[in-house]
């Protein structure tokens, strides 16, 4: 399983980036897909998840700021990000579960400026 996060940047605080993540390994489209981030210092945190199903959840923290999308032909997991604070700087992982094991891509960075 290879999960390829990219997309990440310096933004000024308001602004927007969507990330990538390409999946490999799994058979994508019945898999459960989701995106953490870490801070400097702060544990990972769940930020979105994204069903095989498609339904979709979201931490409170980005919930009408964040989208989280799926392309199964493509096999990519998408963040969508807009207005984007200081409080969502840190490494972007992509995660899956395989076989009872999580997976975690090599992160993309994101820092926001103010």
């Known amino acids: 399983v290879q999960l390829q996060a990219s997309g990440g940047g310096l933004v000024q605080a308001g602004g927007s980036l969507r990330l990538s993540c390409a999946a490999s390994g799994i058979n994508f489209r019945h898999h459960d897909m989701a995106w953490y981030r870490q801070a400097p210092g702060n544990q990972r945190e769940l930020v979105a998840q994204?069903?095989?199903?498609?339904?979709?959840d979201y931490a409170d923290s980005v919930r009408g700021r964040f989208s989280v999308s799926r392309d199964n032909v493509r096999r990519i997991v998408y963040l969508q990000m807009n207005g984007l604070q200081r409080e969502d700087s840190g490494v972007y992982y992509c995660?899956?579960?395989?076989?009872?094991?999580?997976?975690w891509g090599r992160g993309t960075l994101v820092t926001v400026s103010s």
């Open positions: 995660n899956t579960q395989y076989k009872g094991d999580d997976y």
């Open positions: 994204i069903a095989h199903s498609e339904s979709t």
